[in-house]
């Protein structure tokens, strides 16, 4: 394509695509237009806002060629900060290329990492940090969040261990005392959809085996451990368990790991508050207090094997009239086997000769129940016994 000078600018020929991207952005500079989907809706965008917002690559190339302002933020965000929310690489790469600050805050104190946080904005996220982007920089807000934290919370295990090789700071804290593992564990559950996400236990796993500290606290006290049973997460308590979580500490309100699963068992419909339970108690968990275990009923009437589990936990219990009132009539009828056994069984009478030799064994191993117990020369029935493994009915 021929360009002809005049007056020492370019003139570019009708109907092409340049100057379709010039006749753009004089549109652009002469009327200006709202920046939507950000926060500072009340600001004016630059072309080079508008130009990256569309992903119209030649029309920011001839503003930057006209000597754009590359770092100007009016609405709150440079153009590189929408280029990375906007996933656009070669955008990205351009206003590289020409200048952009690369650890610059926008107005809501993010830099331009804190904005990647799509898959697709992940190649954004490498071309800046290749570029010298510090991926230990916090936001510059009531939250001071590193990268880290960002790819955490948004699910993004390439992103996470892309920091990590990088320099990232593995137990970084946040203003809320909370490291990405803490960030990573209590996002893994959507709650809109209540399902548990695989990339963010998959972070989970990644994070422990940078020997991420499993027992870090947040301001509140909370452990990852406390934010995993607060989601009745039992893959990340089990994954927490076995990298030495302690099943017993407390958080500032005085809870410990399995009364936070006692607390939302009722709200948590994906889960599995049986192996919650078993987990927390094969690994050295406090029992809940025998005259409080009609709470135990209340939140768990919809799971009988939860009960069960936390029932032969104890050598005996004795039932009151509060577990009765504490089950639904549907569900008592449901499960009308189990209710049955277990006010049979938590009577008077004592328990069977092979229930408080189970207990004895535990009492000895302790929290060492689950290690120690798969290692025995027994039957792989009696073992499970032993872990408590639920079995709809008690004797």
């Not at 990339?199 to 452990?223: G, P």
């Not at 009923?297 to 009239?321: G, L």
């Not at 535990?362 to 025995?376: A, D, E, G, Y």
């Amino acid at each position: 394509m021929m360009l002809r000078r005049s007056q020492g600018f370019t003139r570019l020929p009708k109907g092409s695509a340049a100057q379709k991207s010039k006749n753009l952005c004089s549109n652009i500079i002469i009327t200006g237009y709202w920046l939507p989907s950000y926060k500072l809706k009340s600001s004016w965008a630059t072309g080079l806002h508008l130009s990256v917002l569309f992903g119209h690559v030649e029309c920011l190339l001839v503003l930057l060629d006209h000597n754009a302002t590359i770092n100007c933020r009016p609405n709150g965000k440079t153009p590189l900060h929408v280029a990375c929310e906007m996933a656009n690489l070669d955008c990205v790469k351009i206003l590289c290329d020409r200048g952009a600050k690369l650890n610059c805050y926008s107005l809501s104190g993010h830099t331009a990492l804190h904005f990647c946080t799509t898959p697709n904005s992940i190649l954004c996220a490498k071309q800046l940090v290749w570029r010298g982007a510090n991926v230990n920089m916090k936001t510059n807000n009531q939250d001071e969040e590193t990268p880290l934290h960002t790819a955490a919370h948004f699910g993004l295990p390439e992103l996470v261990a892309f920091y990590v090789e990088h320099g990232a700071i593995v137990d970084s804290v946040n203003a809320h005392m909370e490291t990405p593992l803490a960030i990573a564990t209590y996002w893994a559950l959507r709650f809109k959809e209540q399902e548990y996400s695989r990339d963010h236990h998959l972070i989970c796993r990644m994070l422990l085996d940078y020997k991420a500290e499993v027992n870090a606290r947040d301001d509140d006290f909370k452990s990852p451990l406390h934010k995993a049973a607060w989601n009745c997460d039992h893959v990340l308590m089990d994954m927490m368990l076995e990298a030495g979580a302690e099943a017993n500490l407390m958080d500032i309100n005085g809870c410990a790991a399995i009364q936070y699963v006692l607390k939302v068992t009722s709200v948590r419909p994906a889960a599995r508050p049986e192996i919650c339970y078993q987990l927390l108690l094969n690994h050295g968990a406090a029992r809940i207090y025998p005259p409080q275990f009609h709470k135990v009923i209340q939140a768990c009437h919809s799971y009988p094997k939860a009960i069960e589990v936390v029932v032969n936990a104890y050598e005996h219990i004795k039932w009151n009239v509060k577990w009765k009132r504490a089950i639904p009539d549907d569900d008592l009828e449901r499960h009308w086997d189990f209710y049955h056994s277990l006010f049979t069984v938590c009577s008077n009478s004592p328990r069977t000769l092979m229930h408080l030799s189970r207990c004895a064994i535990r009492r000895t191993l302790h929290s060492r129940c689950h290690r120690v117990i798969p290692l025995l020369s027994l039957p792989l029935s009696l073992k499970k016994y032993l872990l408590l493994e639920p079995e709809g009915i008690i004797y």
